[in-house]
């Protein structure tokens, strides 16, 4: 690895060569030039730290989630790290989450300073409610549930369990804006609704963003100052903190996006509902099994094949004809070399490493077409 090559250019070249993309962003950020006019006026008041148009984007997700308290931040991995850090979370300390997630979720309860303790997933990619009580000791502090691909998790039970042995829970919401699990948004069965503002998210900025959505007035202070410093005013420093804000320009960004989002979710929605009636009646492949209960925003959609073998040959056709199809991920998080030092093993957690080496994702966005789908599914039909 080249000492100062941060950009992998060459794989992002390769996935923008492909006709169906998995990622629009150029069509998505069309109107571009509305969001430099605003930059402008930031440009012009010298407000490059919160400021007005964090305040306006924290009021308008207040108003979109119903809820009271929102503190922005400067990335969703930092959203799950500060919320850990508010509850006090130290060395040693456990808290209980999923293998079947993306990195940054485990690395924000390691360098939050506690252990990962895996649970596997059911069918749905979603940490099983039913093996938590199992794995909790004196040590554990915090329950940490991925809404995978944007598919609340059974939170009933969650939080009966946190109840219980008096847990706290966070919520890793990242692909899970405006999902509802009961007619409840994600990320307000907790204290902490950790969210993103990546530009691979379904609300996404130019950069890096994220915030968490509060329900507890002490734990919102708190998150408030830490994000800041600790400061109080300019001269006062309450806590020791630390430096993880929206970016004001970013926070531009996002309220242009959030102009869009219902559309965008719902075109997901509609898209994925077409993809699973399609795909279901293919012999061999599994889509997750709805719940009446669960609305999901398909962050992803993903689909599972008989084995490994046929999933790979299947990426790589589609692939072929021009399909961005990906594998959100190929190893489960307990077999990473990070996770060495945890020691867990092979076999550990049999579904989340099943569904690594069986699932792929196919694109889903609001700019892929039926056509596209048909397309898509034609391909996956002939593979499997
Ligand atoms: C993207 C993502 C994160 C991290 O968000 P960043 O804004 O990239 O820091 C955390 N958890 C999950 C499940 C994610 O997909």
Redesign the pocket.
């Known amino acids: 690895m080249s000492l100062k090559n941060n950009y992998l250019i060459k794989n992002y070249q390769k996935d923008r060569t492909l006709k169906i993309k998995h990622n629009y962003l150029t069509e998505q950020f069309f109107d571009y030039k509305k969001i430099l006019k605003n930059f402008e006026k930031v440009i012009k008041t010298n407000e490059f730290t919160l400021g007005k148009e964090v305040d306006e984007f924290e009021n308008k997700i207040s108003n979109l989630l119903k809820t009271k308290y929102i503190v922005s931040v400067g990335?969703?991995?930092?959203a799950?790290m500060l919320s850990l850090k508010a509850i006090g979370i130290q060395e040693g300390d456990e808290v209980i989450t999923t293998p079947f997630?993306?990195y940054?979720?485990i690395g924000?309860i390691v360098t939050a300073g506690a252990k990962p303790i895996f649970v596997d997933v059911r069918e749905d990619y979603n940490i099983n409610p039913d093996l938590i009580e199992e794995k909790i000791t004196k040590k554990t502090k915090a329950i940490l549930p991925?809404h995978?691909a944007g598919r609340v998790c059974e939170m009933d039970k969650i939080n009966k369990i946190a109840k219980k042995y008096k847990l706290k829970i966070i919520e890793?919401s990242?692909?899970a804006i405006l999902a509802k699990y009961k007619n409840k948004f994600a990320g307000k069965f907790s204290s902490f609704g950790?969210f993103?503002?990546?530009p691979?998210?379904n609300l996404n900025v130019w950069g890096?963003?994220?915030f968490v959505v509060c329900s507890n007035k002490y734990y919102y202070k708190k998150l408030r100052l830490m994000r800041n410093h600790g400061l109080v005013g300019r001269n006062k420093n309450l806590i020791f903190g630390y430096n993880s804000r929206l970016d004001t320009l970013q926070a531009v960004v996002a309220l242009n996006a959030l102009k869009k989002i219902k559309y965008i979710t719902q075109k997901r929605i509609a898209n994925s509902n077409f993809l699973d009636k399609k795909l279901t009646s293919i012999q061999n492949v599994k889509c997750v099994k709805r719940d009446k209960n669960i609305k999901e925003v398909f962050h992803l959609y993903k689909l599972n094949l008989k084995n490994k073998k046929i999933r790979d040959k299947t990426i790589k056709f589609l692939i072929k004809k021009g399909v961005d199809a990906k594998i959100h991920y190929p190893t489960s998080m307990h077999l990473q070399p990070a996770a060495k030092k945890f020691g867990y093993k092979k076999g550990d957690f049999p579904i989340a490493e099943r569904l690594s080496q069986t699932s792929i994702s196919i694109p889903v966005h609001e700019y892929v077409t039926r056509k596209n789908l048909k397309y898509i599914v034609n391909l996956i039909s002939k593979c499997v």
């Open positions: 990335s969703g991995t930092d799950i997630t993306f940054a979720t924000a991925v995978w890793d990242c692909h950790c993103s503002l990546h691979l998210k890096d963003g994220g």
